[in-house]
């Protein structure tokens, strides 16, 4: 199983050194638009027969959704795992305290 850290550095490593450099607009619209193409698959698995073929596009979708949140931590130097450790503290704090 890769880890957070793992897939980010891939993405550092091998997908940014491999693609067309693009500025952070750009990766901000990236990323707009694979969350759209998250909720589209949401929104079939409803009113479709076939969910099979839809939970494997939905599958993709987030995968590419991850690709472009890793990006534009990458541009920031931001750790993606320790961003998520912080929140999940957040909120465990939050949960303990009853809100």
């Not at 793992?6 to 619209?29: G, Y």
């Not at 599958?59 to 959704?65: A, H, S, V, W, Y």
């Not at 690709?67 to 303990?96: G, M, P, S, Y």
Request: glycine letters at 4%; proline letters at 1%; one cysteine or more.
């Amino acid at each position: 199983m890769t880890k957070l850290k793992e897939a980010q550095d891939w993405v550092r490593e091998d997908w940014e050194k491999n693609s067309k450099p693009v500025d952070e607009k750009t990766e901000i619209l990236f990323l707009i638009e694979e969350f759209g193409e998250v909720a589209e698959m949401i929104r079939k698995v409803d009113g479709n027969k076939n969910r099979k073929k839809i939970k494997v596009d939905l599958e993709k979708e987030i995968g590419d959704l991850l690709v472009c949140l890793a990006t534009i931590a990458n541009r920031h130097h931001i750790d993606l795992e320790k961003a998520f450790l912080k929140t999940k503290k957040k909120i465990q704090e939050r949960h303990q305290k009853g809100y």
